[in-house]
Nanobody, 128 residues
Framework: HVQLVESGGGSVQAGGSLRLSCAAS????????MGWFRQAPGKEREGVAV???????IYADSVKGRFTISQDNAKKTVYLQMNSLKPEDTAKYYC???????????????????????WGQGTQVTVS
């Protein structure tokens, strides 16, 4: 079993920045995909960015050039640096984790329900 703990959410003004963190613990995979997803009230969960254990990244078009996903393999932690935040970025952000063998990163970003990952509890991001 894998536990994911997200942190770093908060409230910022438009144009501001936030950095989210997601730490994995428990029975983790040596090769994996980790990603950030978000869900606003009344909307479906959407993909934001995914990174695999080799460092390959995929971004949703809506965040390209503004958000950066990165990782610290030794700490089993993934980060999401969010710059130039917009009100439409307001959502609860969730970290997802799955084995690389079960991961099609582009598909996962485009269709979050296509995968069955471990999920964290989420962290709220509010942009006003």
């Amino acid at each position: 079993h894998v536990q994911l703990v997200e942190s770093g959410g908060g409230s910022v003004q438009a144009g501001g920045s936030l950095r989210l963190s997601c730490a994995a613990s428990g029975y983790t995979y040596s090769s994996y995909c980790m990603g950030w997803f978000r869900q606003a009230p009344g909307k479906e969960r959407e993909g934001v960015a995914v990174i695999d254990s080799d460092g390959s990244t995929i971004y949703a078009d809506s965040v390209k050039g503004r958000f950066t996903i990165s990782q610290d393999n030794a700490k089993k932690t993934v980060y999401l640096q969010m710059n130039s935040l917009k009100p439409e970025d307001t959502a609860k952000y969730y970290c997802g984790y799955t084995s690389l063998a079960l991961c099609a990163a582009q598909t996962w970003v485009q269709a979050p329900s296509s995968h069955r990952p471990y999920w964290g509890q989420g962290t709220q991001v509010t942009v006003s």
